[in-house]
């Protein structure tokens, strides 16, 4: 049983330019989440999404930044126009069934903006 | 505002001895708390998971308690090895409709041969 899969590992964007993230939460599993670790900080929330449904989007910055979950595929976090404070860890998560579920996550992917 | 809190920020102890990591949060109203293990460059491990309604989870050498009504969660890990030698991550999943994990800043853990 896979776990939770992230591509790219490792992401360099130049300023300008969008950055794709994708995520495939593990089998079985419908929630995914994405949060986002800056240099020197904790993990900070971004979003919460099921399949065809974005349902807390409270972390998400207001600008530049999009979420998708589609009902075939993975979970894709999209950034445009990257700018260098984008420069993170970006890890996804994913449960069964969501509260009172164990998440799971990822890899990674670790963007640098040059 | 939910905020949890790792004390201190890093710990270095020698191989062998028992430790013990503290967690708190200022929201007692949460559904579960989870214990992460996150190595340098690398994902999270989960590592122990205790519901609202639970005391406590052990998964050998560890073992973490919930105090809920204080906001506190202990980490337990006996007979320290340096494999155990990472950053020690809690975090808590709000009640009320939300399903975000709120994480401490975590604790670096180094354990020396």
């Known amino acids: 049983n896979a776990g939770v899969m992230q591509n790219p590992r490792h992401l360099v964007r130049r300023r300008g330019q969008e950055a794709r993230l994708r995520c495939s939460p593990m089998?079985?599993?419908?929630?995914v989440y994405w949060y986002r670790q800056l240099p020197e900080e904790g993990l900070k929330f971004m979003v919460y999404l099921q399949k065809e449904n974005i349902i807390d989007e409270s972390g998400m910055p207001k600008e530049r930044f999009s979420a998708e979950f589609p009902k075939e595929g993975p979970s894709i976090l999209r950034i445009q126009q990257v700018v260098r404070g984008d420069s993170a860890a970006y890890f996804c998560?994913?449960?069964?069934?969501?509260?009172?579920?164990?998440?799971?996550f990822g890899p990674g992917t670790r963007l640098t903006v040059t | 505002k939910q905020e949890v809190t790792q004390i201190p920020a890093a710990l270095s102890v020698p191989e062998g001895e028992n430790l013990v990591l503290n967690c708190s949060f200022t929201?007692?109203?949460?559904?579960?708390l989870q214990w992460f293990r996150q190595d340098p460059g690398k994902g999270l491990t989960s590592l122990l998971l205790i519901q609202s309604s639970q005391r406590e989870q052990t998964s050998g050498r560890l073992n973490a308690s919930l105090d809920k009504s204080s906001g506190r969660s202990t980490l337990y890990i006996a007979a320290s090895q340096p494999g155990d030698s990472a950053t020690y991550l809690c975090a808590v999943t709000l009640q009320g409709g939300s399903e975000k994990l709120v994480f401490g800043k975590g604790m670096k853990l180094t354990v020396n041969p």
């Open positions: 089998k079985g599993h419908s929630h």
């Open positions: 998560a994913s449960s069964r069934n969501g509260q009172i579920a164990e998440q799971y």
């Open positions: 929201d007692s109203a949460i559904y579960n």
